[in-house]
C-alpha cells in the first residue's frame, strides 16, 4: 500500500466519519464496483468484493459489473457521438450506461497490465467518449456529483508504477462526474490469491469502501 495523505478510509477507521443514518429509516444508495481484469476471482476483484463489503456493512445496496465479458467492441473513434451523444455502435452499450448512470456512487478496481489497465476495462473506458461529447461538445448538462475510489493491483517489478493506470481511471470517472475520495495501491501481488496475504489490504479496501457509501448516503439524504 502507499500514500502518506489522510485518506477516507482512515476517516472511517478513526471513527471521524459519518455515523450511518438508521438503516430502517434512510434511503438504500446503490453502490457498483467496476471489475476491471480479465481474470475473475483475483487479486483486484477480491480487493474491490471487500471494499463492497464494507460498503454493505455502512449501509448501501451493492452491485458488481465486470468490465471482462460485457461484449462492448473497441470505440471507432467515428466521433458520431460528438454529434449525436449517442454512440453508433450496435453492442450493449446503453445497458452498461444505464447501469452506472443509476448508482449513487462507483468503485473500480483494476490489475495494473503493462502500466495501465488491461484491455477488456480500456475498451469500457474508450466507450465512455458519449458522455464527454455529451458536456463538453453538444453542452449537456454536467452530470451530478457522485462519490468514488479507485482500487490497483499490481506484481511490481517495473519501474512505472501505478501512475499511468490511476491517471487513465481518473480521466475517465472526472468525465462520469465521480469525486474520487480514496485510491488504494496494492503492490506485491501476482498469482490471484496473493492478496489473500495482506489482510492489510483487505482492510483497507473494506475501509475504502465504507467511506464511499457514508458519503453517497449523506449526498444522497442532504
Ligand atoms: C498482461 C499483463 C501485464 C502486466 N503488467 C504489469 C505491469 O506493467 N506492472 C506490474 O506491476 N504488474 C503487471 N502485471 C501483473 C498484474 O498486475 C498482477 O498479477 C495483478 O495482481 C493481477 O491482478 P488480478 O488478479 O486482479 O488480475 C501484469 C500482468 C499481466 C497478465
Not at 19 to 46: F, K, Q
Not at 190 to 206: C, I, N
Amino acid at each position: 500500500m502507499s500514500g502518506d495523505e489522510r485518506t477516507a478510509r482512515d476517516a472511517v477507521a478513526s471513527g471521524d466519519a459519518l455515523i450511518a443514518p438508521d438503516p430502517v429509516t434512510a434511503p438504500r444508495p446503490l453502490v457498483l464496483g467496476i471489475a476491471g481484469s480479465p481474470r475473475r476471482g483475483g487479486n483486484s476483484d477480491t480487493l474491490l468484493a471487500a471494499a463492497l463489503d464494507g460498503a454493505a456493512e455502512a449501509g448501501v445496496a451493492t452491485d458488481t459489473l465486470a468490465a471482462a465479458g460485457l461484449g462492448l467492441a473497441p470505440c471507432r473513434g467515428c466521433n458520431t457521438c460528438s454529434r449525436t451523444g449517442e454512440c453508433i455502435l450496435s453492442d450493449p452499450w446503453r445497458d452498461v450506461f444505464e447501469r452506472i448512470d443509476r448508482v449513487d456512487a462507483l468503485i473500480v478496481a483494476s490489475p495494473v497490465y503493462f502500466a495501465t489497465v488491461p484491455a477488456v476495462l480500456k475498451i469500457l473506458y474508450d466507450r465512455m467518449q458519449p458522455y464527454w461529447a455529451r458536456t463538453h461538445v453538444l453542452g449537456h448538462p454536467r452530470p451530478a456529483r457522485r462519490p468514488g475510489a479507485i482500487l490497483l493491483a499490481r506484481s511490481g517489478g517495473d519501474p512505472y508504477g501505478f501512475d499511468a493506470a490511476e491517471a487513465t481511471t481518473r480521466s475517465v470517472l472526472a468525465v462520469l462526474g465521480i469525486d474520487v475520495l480514496d485510491v488504494l495501491k496494492v503492490a506485491g501481488l501476482d498469482a490471484g490469491g496473493d492478496v489473500a496475504h495482506h489482510p492489510e489490504a483487505l482492510t483497507g479496501a473494506r475501509l475504502l469502501g465504507s467511506a464511499v457509501a457514508l458519503e453517497a448516503i449523506r449526498r444522497r439524504s442532504g
